[in-house]
């Protein structure tokens, strides 16, 4: 089944399979996204299906529908459990957000104090994610030295925390 083959049955099925699919789920729009779904899953399968008949669309679309208002009524059991106290947490006191601040001034304030290269390191470390081989192939040095630099940063954090 070539691409034009697929976008023909497109236009003359999409409708009354979304229609099909609306019945059952009753959003229109979700209706319109899985049928999107449907004849793209069709469109990368299109060499293993030669002669598409409407009623393999309409098994499809029935499928869709289905696994649609399943998924959502285990969304809606899973959340229809949470208790409203799990929804938020307990507003912080005044005090307690003081204290985070300082500890975060803390924590700046020892990162401002290491060599640049230390804090360089440590800030692509925790912060961006990358890994000691990759900092040791930018920076030009070795895997051991990244690890002696970040212990140096973790140690004068943990000094002021």
């Known amino acids: 089944m070539t691409t034009d083959q697929v976008a023909a ?9 979304e229609r099909q699919i609306w019945r059952r789920v009753g959003c229109r729009s ?4 899985l049928v999107h779904d ?13 002669g598409l008949e409407a ?3 309409t098994r ?3 499928n869709a529908a289905i ?3 399943r998924a959502e009524r285990r969304r809606h059991e899973f959340f229809s459990r949470i208790l409203p106290e799990q929804y938020t947490s307990t507003p912080s006191s005044p005090d307690e957000v003081l204290a985070a601040r300082q500890s975060i001034r803390s924590i700046d304030d020892a990162l401002a104090a290491l060599p640049k290269q230390t ?9 961006h994610g990358r890994s000691f081989s990759e900092i040791a192939g930018v920076l030009g040095i070795s895997q051991r030295a990244v690890a002696k630099h ?7 954090c943990e000094r002021v925390a």
């Open 60 to 62: 499809c679309a029935r």
């Open 55 to 57: 009623a393999y669309l």
């Open 119 to 127: 804090r360089h390191i440590f800030l692509l470390n925790r912060i």
């Open 38 to 50: 449907i004849f793209l899953r069709l469109w990368e399968r299109a060499t293993e299906r030669s």
């Open 30 to 33: 979700t209706a319109c996204d």
């Open 67 to 69: 696994d649609h208002v």
């Open 9 to 17: 049955l497109y236009a003359a099925e999409h409708a009354r399979l």
């Open 150 to 156: 970040m212990a140096r940063a973790v140690a004068a």
